[in-house]
T-cell receptor
């Protein structure tokens, strides 16, 4: 049981390049999330998927796209990377059918630098 | 909108000292509350949680009590260890069960 896995762990891009961050979970959770973590700002939600086939914007969606490929996988795409997207990206998943007891479980993160 | 405020760090303590990290939340409904811990170079791990007023979450010697009257969820530990050095995040559920609102995080450094 690996929990939430993310690839790659590190990435360096040049401005304007594109890339896709991959996330998978093996806990049979219905909901998945992408966050970014910046110094002094905690984690901010980029996009989430409440169930297979649905996606919704979070707090900071501009410059990103997502795909919920199936129940296990949720990818985040940067079409044209900008230096402002330099951050650490975390994927998470949750079983929201638990209601108030729902807990989000996080992957190890991807550290992205855009030059 | 919903928010979480936690004390600014860094917090620097000697081993075996008492720890308190303050956390308050906006009182929209009665949200579930969480403390997550992030060790250097790692992702976030759930430390403890509470889902209703007066609940006490506890794990690894850490405790936090859901105080509806003061809209607080302060994290405490009676005797910290060097291995507790990490960043601690307070969070609340918001907007149904799909949004987790985080505080800015508090860095704890424990010295021998």
């Amino acid at each position: 049981n690996a929990g939430v896995t993310q690839t790659p762990k590190f990435q360096v891009l040049k401005t304007g390049q594109s890339m896709t961050l991959q996330c998978a979970q093996d806990m049979n959770h219905n909901s998945m999330y992408w966050y970014r973590q910046d110094p002094g700002m905690g984690l901010r939600l980029i996009y989430y998927s409440a169930s297979e086939g649905t996606t919704d914007k979070g707090e900071v969606p501009n410059g990103y796209n997502v795909s919920r490929l199936n129940k296990r996988e949720f990818s985040l795409r940067l079409e044209s990377a900008a230096p402002s997207q330099t951050s650490v990206y975390f994927c998470a998943s949750s079983d929201t059918s638990l209601g108030r007891r729902a807990t989000q479980y996080f992957g190890p993160g991807t550290r992205l630098t855009v030059l | 909108g919903d928010s979480v405020t936690q004390m600014e760090g860094p917090v620097t303590l000697s081993e075996e000292a008492f720890l308190t990290i303050n956390c308050t939340y906006t009182a929209t409904g009665y949200p579930s509350l969480f403390w997550y811990v992030q060790y250097p170079g790692e992702g976030l791990q759930l430390l403890l949680k509470a889902t209703k007023a007066d609940d006490k979450g506890s794990n690894k010697g850490f405790e936090a009590t859901y105080r509806k009257e003061t809209t607080s969820f302060h994290l405490e530990k009676g005797s910290v260890q060097v291995s507790d050095s990490a960043v601690y995040f307070c969070a609340r559920l918001s907007g149904g069960y799909n949004k987790l609102i985080f505080g800015a995080g508090t860095r704890l450094a424990v010295h021998p």
